[in-house]
């Protein structure tokens, strides 16, 4: 049954590799052929909330995703509304989440895609991530927990999914209310229908298996399970073949596509993604999944990353591509990494007391 | 036997529940999950430590009976 779920894993590791690199030559910015943080952020971008002109396009793979993992569990009698669980923390973990993946641009499915492309700018940041997590673990060992969630209605349930058709079918009827970048990195998409099936399968693929690219480091510092990291380690070689076969593939540090070698912003970054998607649960791409599953407090935890993007963007806290984060971005980060240990602190002691 | 209420709480949390709750009744004892993951999450952790769990399907939820 292990082999079977590690079998599930690979299999689906290697579905998202291999659709990260086919969108990438369809026309997805390079080492970005699927990214959570990246595509939210361009989503936000086409919906007014930032006017940042290089990165607004309403991703059809954060759409696709999200209805992937609702249509399967539904279909699977898994789609569960329910909620409750600290949504207003969950909002501002995932705010900040989000600031940490822009400060390093992108992720953790990113960073793997990166690693994969021969971007060792990537390999600093996964050691952030890991220490993050390892942190996270810390504290769920010594009892952190956001509370329990409790059962919602279905109308509940239902919103998340419905608000993303909705966007959906707004985006192909009227595209004039939305901002299109002519530049940059929101100006490279695949074609339209290719990237909503391959945000479908990635989706349904993804709930099934329940990859996370938290969840596999996060489950061998816990309790020595290495069944999740089998789909972060299908992912890699995938994109890694992929990457060398399409002859995109470039070792180094320097000039390497939508990315800086700050690596101390870099590893602060992802030590941010880890920590908090250790707080959450999962990922972005699993609070993504855990959105169309019913989970009303994941769904607010990917609006909080809408508006952390939002933020980031509004208030120059993203890094740019090339050099790096400015001043604000190092500030905001740094206050970021405080909340996020500040709320984890107290959520522990306070279930300790209980 | 001890029961483990993890209702509500989502992957680890019914793990560390779980890996705790072993600690103190190293017997066994019952887990109540309501959601697939932590069914098998919770399957898989007691079953790498050498217990053997038994499965039985509630409405919306599972109780798992782990036992030496």
């Known amino acids: 049954m292990v082999v079977n779920e590690k079998g599930k894993l690979a299999i689906t590791g290697v579905i998202i590799g291999v659709a990260a690199v086919v969108l990438t030559v369809l026309g997805n910015p390079g080492n970005m052929g699927f990214c959570i943080a990246c595509f939210l952020r361009d989503t936000a971008g086409a919906m007014h909330l930032h006017t940042a002109p290089i990165v607004e396009y309403v991703r059809p793979e954060i759409i696709g995703i999200i209805l992937g993992s609702f249509a399967l569990s539904v279909l699977r009698g898994d789609f569960r509304p329910r909620g409750g669980s600290s949504p207003l923390l969950r909002f501002i973990i995932g705010f900040i989440v989000m600031l940490g993946a822009l400060v390093f641009l992108g992720c953790p499915l990113r960073m793997v895609i990166r690693l994969g492309g021969g971007d060792l700018n990537a390999l600093i940041a996964l050691v952030g991530f890991i220490a993050g997590i390892g942190v996270g673990c810390v504290f769920l060992n010594k009892g952190f927990s956001l509370g329990r969630a409790e059962k919602q209605s279905g109308l509940e349930g239902v919103s998340m999914p419905f608000m993303t058709i909705l966007l959906f079918v707004l985006f192909l009827a009227v595209p004039s209310l939305f901002l299109f970048s002519e530049t940059g990195p929101g100006s490279m998409h695949a074609p339209i229908a290719v990237a ?13 298996t329940r990859l996370c690219m938290a969840g596999g480091i996060r489950d061998i510092f816990l ?18 073949l ?14 390497q596509p939508i990315a800086h070698s700050m690596h101390i912003w870099n590893f602060l970054g992802m030590f941010a993604v880890g ?25 607010v935890a990917v609006l909080g990353m809408i508006a952390g ?19 604000n971005g190092k500030i905001a980060l740094v206050i970021g990494i405080v909340i996020l240990l500040a709320i984890a602190s107290v959520a522990t002691f306070r279930r300790r007391g209980e | 036997m001890r029961e483990l209420d993890t209702s509500g709480f989502s992957c680890p949390e019914p793990v560390i529940m779980t890996k705790k709750a072993l600690k103190d009744s190293p017997e066994g004892l019952v887990v109540i999950v309501d959601n697939r993951a932590s069914k098998e999450n919770v399957t898989r952790y007691a079953t790498a430590l050498g217990y053997k769990v038994d499965t039985e399907e509630g409405k919306g939820s599972w109780k798992l009976r782990i036992l030496k």
């Open chain 1, 196 to 208: 909503l099936l391959a945000g479908l399968v990635v989706g349904a693929f993804a709930e099934r």
């Open chain 1, 309 to 327: 993007a939002a933020f980031a963007h509004n208030f120059s806290l993203a890094a740019s591509a090339g050099t790096g984060p400015g001043l």
């Open chain 1, 223 to 240: 309790i020595r399970d290495f069944t999740l990291i089998t789909g972060f380690a299908a992912i890699f070689i995938a994109v890694l």
């Open chain 1, 275 to 299: 920590l908090g998607s250790v707080m959450l649960g999962g990922c972005p791409l699993r609070q993504l999944i855990l959105a169309g599953e019913g989970s009303t407090d994941s769904a």
């Open chain 1, 242 to 255: 992929g990457n060398i076969i399409t002859g995109s593939f470039k070792l180094g540090f320097s000039d």
